[in-house]
Nanobody, 122 residues
């Protein structure tokens, strides 16, 4: 069973910073791609940033230059450093994993964490 657990959300003022973390369950041997998505009220879930096992990254245009994604392949963790936060960054942020190897078997399913709320407001 694959589980992703996020932490680090909260309330921050515009211009502030937050760091989100996500840890995958210990039974996972490796993960091809990890990432962060977000969903604001009344909107569809959207990609924020993804990082592959070779550390190549991709960002949504709206967060480029402000957010940084990183991962630890040995621990199967991923983090999102968010700087210069704006009110429009307010959303539930979800950790994602794709291409998971467990007990020698590769699963191409999309796995999601439970989500963590980020609110940017003065």
């Amino acid at each position: 069973q694959v589980q992703l657990v996020e932490s680090g959300g909260g309330l921050v003022q515009p211009g502030g910073s937050l760091r989100l973390s996500c840890a995958a369950s210990r039974n996972i041997f490796s993960i091809k791609t990890m990432g962060w998505y977000r969903q604001a009220p009344g909107k569809e879930r959207e990609l924020v940033a993804i990082i592959s096992s070779d550390s190549s990254t991709s960002y949504a245009d709206s967060v480029k230059g402000r957010f940084t994604i990183s991962r630890d392949n040995a621990k199967n963790t991923v983090a999102l450093q968010m700087n210069s936060l704006k009110p429009e960054d307010t959303a539930v942020y979800y950790c994602n994993a794709l291409g998971v190897v467990v007990a020698g078997v590769r699963y191409e399913n999309n796995y999601w964490g439970q989500g963590t709320q980020v609110t940017v407001s003065s």
